[in-house]
């Protein structure tokens, strides 16, 4: 297996400075944290590594994207700044193929526009790197993810006038005997804070606290959905559609094993089932 390119083009910028250092040490972590986790999540061997990092103009950024391409923009709250996920069409094939049981051996996809189930399915695969990326940016910014829009055409993408600079993040991913890679496009402005000395940091979040405790208030009495999973066997989708009403699925799932609870389909709760009375009950046994 070949290794996995871990270049640095910082543009004009020192390398050395704590900020960028600080920057792509984050974001190494953040490769580290992407191969257990997509692993996990696929159930198929991944490595991640961290490809080159650096400063660019968001024309540059969208001129170099290839057509059909995989282009997701999400906004970070309670920021107003939006990041780019990009893939390129034959790694979201890849990855899709892993989600639906396949094993990664099959040859590279012709690339092609994603169909709407498939653009669905990706969304899922974007949860858990999006779920590393907020762990990993919390000690410089606490920030929440939401996807704004799906597109496959890289001339469709705007930014406002003047439009930022900014930070290209790359990665690269193997499994099986196929590899592809993403990119990350966030304002430079973003991580404009990261670098500075712990007093100035400490002073410019001062007010994002309070209005974070206030939120918090005001979403007390908010409901949320609750739903717990049996992290069980897997079948192929070929095996789904020979199914025929009467057969019986072994989930094979200890009852001593501890279950997943998740609220709103992310955050992640562990406990058991218990009897409480006539119903059945989740205990609490570990908290995020």
């Known amino acids: 297996m070949n290794s996995i390119p871990r270049t640095l083009a910082l543009g004009r910028q020192d390398p050395a400075s704590p900020h960028l250092n600080l920057l792509r040490n984050v974001h190494e972590a953040v ?23 650096g400063f660019l103009e968001a024309a540059d950024f969208r001129n170099a994207l290839p057509s059909p391409s995989c282009i997701i923009t999400l906004k970070l709250f309670p920021r107003q700044e939006r990041m780019i996920l990009h893939f390129d069409s034959s790694t979201a094939l890849g990855l ?36 590393v990326l907020g762990a990993a940016w919390q000690p410089i910014v606490a920030v929440e993810f939401e996807v704004e829009s799906l597109g496959s055409d890289p001339a469709a993408l705007t930014y406002p006038e003047p439009a930022p600079e900014l930070l290209q993040v790359e990665f690269h991913l193997e499994w099986g005997q196929q590899n592809g890679s993403f990119k990350l496009a966030i304002p430079r402005a973003f991580f404009g804070a990261a670098g500075e000395p712990a ?28 739903e717990v999973r049996l992290q069980g066997p897997t079948l192929a989708v070929n095996e789904i559609l020979d199914l025929q009403a009467g057969q019986v699925v072994t989930f094979d799932y200890s009852l001593q094993k501890s279950l997943h609870g998740l609220v709103n ?5 562990m406990g058991h089932i218990v009897s409480a009375g006539r119903k059945r009950a989740f205990q609490v046994e570990e908290l995020p």
């Open 265 to 269: 389909g992310d955050v992640a709760i």
């Open 199 to 226: 007093e100035q940091q400490e002073a410019s979040t001062e007010p994002d606290q309070a209005d974070f405790k206030r939120n918090l208030g005001l979403l007390e009495n908010a409901q949320v959905e609750f």
């Open 96 to 131: 899709l193929e892993l989600l639906l049981g396949g094993t990664g051996s099959a040859p590279p996809t012709a690339p092609r526009e994603l169909t709407e189930i498939e653009w669905s399915l990706l969304e899922e695969v974007v949860r858990v790197l999006v779920r």
């Open 31 to 53: 490769a580290r944290e992407l191969s257990t986790s997509l692993s996990t999540y696929l159930q198929s061997e991944i490595t991640a590594g961290l490809g080159e990092i």
